[in-house]
């Protein structure tokens, strides 16, 4: 049995396509909704209408702490075999989802299970390339603070829309969602599978202490570090809107790109310490 935690803000449209796809799945399944602390009393019945298993959090208490409550409600009520933790912008296609999760797990045993993810961009793709050295975490920190710098100034902000009109032409490469399937690598946080021997082994599923961003190698550093098997696999796949939550919550861009840049720094702060221990 595989249980779907979605975890809602200010997402409630999405929430619903994403449990309207869910119930269209073959095999057994619960889903859980949890609520960073964004539901109307409405919104609360509407949800209420298409799964019963709802959990509000008194706060918005970000994504790895949302999603730990979300795991924990799971657990304790239906013993899954699988954790399937997605973003409430995902939307599930394909009707032999759970089955396929299954035979990945007779052929692997995995840990825990990333998926292939549409449409193809680079921010979304999997395997998913995580930062593994302190040399790259500490480059990133320093690349995001002189964003945030940027993004405070009128001035510089000018000048960077400037530089990116005139460079919009030039080719980049682009990450493509892998074609084969591999294990020990980084997978993407908006849609991770975790087997009952994983969630068996820790209190929290997602390292408790950041708010959004890089949870990904916080799992990573600890598949490495005890020897857990990551899987990526085309087999089962799924469609990731991507950044809708963010876009709701700020209309300024501007504050958007400073706030995410921020979180990002205190992100990767915290895994400087980790990877230092």
Do not use: W
């Not at 409550?69 to 699988?82: C, E, L, N, R, V």
């Not at 790259?136 to 940027?150: A, D, P, Q, S």
């Not at 799924?238 to 700020?250: A, D, P, V």
Request: with cysteine.
């Amino acid at each position: 049995m595989v249980s779907f935690v979605i975890l809602n803000y200010k997402s409630t449209n999405d929430t619903i396509e994403c449990i309207n796809s869910i119930k269209k799945l073959k095999g057994e399944y619960s889903i859980i909704v949890v609520d960073n602390n964004t539901l109307t009393s409405e919104e609360i019945k509407t949800i209420k209408s298409y799964t019963s298993d709802l959990v509000l959090l008194d706060s918005n208490v970000g994504f790895a702490r949302g999603n730990n409550a979300g795991a924990k409600y799971a657990i304790t009520k239906y013993h899954p075999d699988f954790l399937c933790v997605i973003n409430s912008d995902i939307v599930i296609n394909q009707i032999d989802f759970i089955e396929q999760i299954n035979s990945l797990y007779r052929k692997y045993n995995f840990d825990i299970l990333g998926p292939k993810i549409l449409p193809e961009a680079s921010e979304s793709c999997n395997p998913f390339p995580v930062y593994k050295t302190l040399e790259e975490v500490e480059n990133k920190i320093n690349y995001h603070k002189k964003l945030i710098k940027i993004y405070q100034s009128r001035l510089k902000r000018f000048l960077l829309r400037i530089y990116v009109a005139r460079n919009r032409f030039k080719k980049h490469s682009q990450n493509t969602n892998g074609l084969t399937e591999q294990t020990n690598v980084g997978l993407h946080g908006c849609a991770l599978i975790f087997s009952d021997k994983y969630y068996k082994k820790y209190k929290d599923i997602f390292y408790p202490n950041t708010f959004l961003f890089h949870e990904e190698e916080f799992l990573y550093l600890r598949a490495k570090n005890d020897n857990l098997i990551t899987l990526y696999s085309p087999k089962i796949e799924l469609i990731h809107k991507e950044g809708q939550s963010l876009n709701k919550e700020y209309k300024n861009n501007y504050q958007k790109l400073i706030f995410k840049n921020k979180e990002i720094v205190k992100s990767l702060e915290l895994l400087k310490t980790e990877m230092m221990k």
